[in-house]
Structure formats: structure tokens, C-alpha cells
């Protein structure tokens, strides 16, 4: 199976900062790599596939870097909406798996 | 607009059954694989189940041999049996439609196991 670690597991920013989360990745998985973002009580939300394709409607402060094992997920610019646990998932093989996860609050 | 909804949760006792369906919407739903994703209470999300627009079915081995997946695109529903339940199966249970990683979740619905 693939293991996807994140980091950090949580992270604390003000408004307008840049925010940069890891994913990476046990083994090569070209760029088979989805970030979600959950709030609260809320079930999650696709905001890019294969590791930098913008979902429609995501705000284009959301991007998203990397292939092979090694991921980013960078918000530009912190604001109030954003605060979210954060997971990639891997969907390049079987069994799928996602990271453990980075809850992003506002400092 | 693309919808999905859950439904079928449920409190069931250790060793029972439950049976979730999702119904979707807006979308063409016999062409795309669909999906079930689970969250323990406090905890990050767990593949669960996928079935193919070919019908090709995977399931995590945490579930193997007690889930079914299946499918009817006549209704553009898709459904888990889920037999053998353990407390460690209460979860949130989303099913997602899976194209592009999984573009589009339902809203849930809740699973308790417990006697």
C-alpha cells in the first residue's frame, strides 16, 4: 500500500499569509494526487486534481505542486474561509489512501 | 448540479446489518466510478469501497469479506451492503463520485455501531 504523510499535521497563520503543506508520498505515483479541503461539520471538498489542476470554483489562491512523491498545496493568500483540515489522496493504485490530514487555523 | 445523497445510517448492534444507498444527480451517472469514504469520529478519511462504470469492484481489506458494493444505473444509485458490523466500522459514510481523484462528495451519513 502507499502511505501518504503530510506535514505539519497542524499549522497556525494570520490573514494574508502563505500557507504551504507537504504530501508525500512512499512510493512514485506520477501525479495521481487530489488535495480536499473539510470544514467543520462539513463533508470535504475536491480543490485540485492531479496534483495542479484547479477544481472549477476553487478560489485561484489555491495551488497545488509537485509529481512522483512529493507534494505542496500552497494557499496564497490566508483568509477567515480557509480555515480547514487539508488531506491529499493518492489515486494512482489500489488500495486508495489520503494523508493524515493539516488543520489550518488563523493565528 | 451535481448531486449525491446518502442515506441508510443508522445505530445497529456489533454483528449486524445496514445497507447505504447514495442517489445521484446531474450527472451521467452509468459512465463514472463511484466511491465510499468513511470518517471515525475525531479522524481523517478512509477509502473504503470503489465501483467502476465497468463494474470493476475494489474494497479496502478492513472491509473485505463483509461490505458489497453495488450499483444500479437504472436509478443512478449506488449502495453498501454492510454485514459483520464492528465498533470500529461507526464512521461518517460519504460516497463520492470518483473522477479525477473524487470530485464530487455527498453529505454524509452516520453509522454507530454499538450495543
Known amino acids: 500500500d502507499i502511505q501518504m504523510t503530510q506535514s505539519p499535521s497542524s499549522l497556525s497563520a494570520s490573514i494574508g499569509d502563505r500557507v504551504t503543506i507537504t504530501c508525500r508520498a512512499s512510493?512514485?505515483?506520477?501525479?495521481?494526487l487530489a488535495w480536499f479541503q473539510q470544514k467543520p461539520g462539513e463533508a470535504p471538498k475536491s480543490l485540485i486534481y492531479?496534483?495542479?489542476s484547479l477544481q472549477s470554483g476553487v478560489p485561484s489562491r489555491f495551488s497545488g505542486s509537485g509529481s512522483g512523491t512529493d507534494f505542496t498545496l500552497t494557499i496564497s493568500s490566508l483568509q477567515p474561509e480557509d480555515v480547514a483540515t487539508y488531506y491529499c489522496?493518492?489515486?494512482?493504485?489500489?488500495?486508495?489512501?489520503f494523508g493524515g490530514g493539516t488543520k489550518v487555523e488563523i493565528k | 448540479e451535481v448531486q449525491l445523497l446518502e442515506s441508510g445510517g443508522g445505530l445497529v448492534q456489533p454483528g449486524g446489518s445496514l445497507r447505504l444507498s447514495c442517489a445521484a444527480s446531474?450527472?451521467?451517472?452509468?459512465?463514472?466510478?463511484m466511491s465510499w469514504v468513511r470518517q471515525a469520529p475525531g479522524k481523517g478519511l478512509e477509502w473504503v469501497s470503489t465501483?467502476?462504470?465497468?463494474?470493476?469492484?475494489v474494497y479496502a481489506d478492513s472491509v473485505k469479506g463483509r461490505f458489497t458494493i453495488s450499483r444500479d444505473n437504472s436509478k443512478n444509485t449506488v449502495h453498501l451492503q454492510m454485514n459483520s458490523l464492528r465498533d470500529e466500522d461507526t464512521a461518517v459514510y460519504y460516497c463520492?463520485?470518483?473522477?479525477?481523484?473524487?470530485?464530487?462528495w455527498g453529505q454524509g451519513t452516520t453509522v454507530i455501531v454499538s450495543s
Open positions: 465501483i467502476t462504470s465497468a463494474g470493476v469492484i
Open positions: 492531479a496534483a495542479s
Open positions: 463520492a463520485k470518483s473522477q479525477r481523484g473524487m470530485d464530487v
Open positions: 446531474g450527472f451521467t451517472f452509468s459512465s463514472y466510478a
Open positions: 512510493q512514485g505515483i506520477s501525479n495521481y
Open positions: 489522496q493518492q489515486y494512482n493504485s489500489y488500495p486508495l489512501t
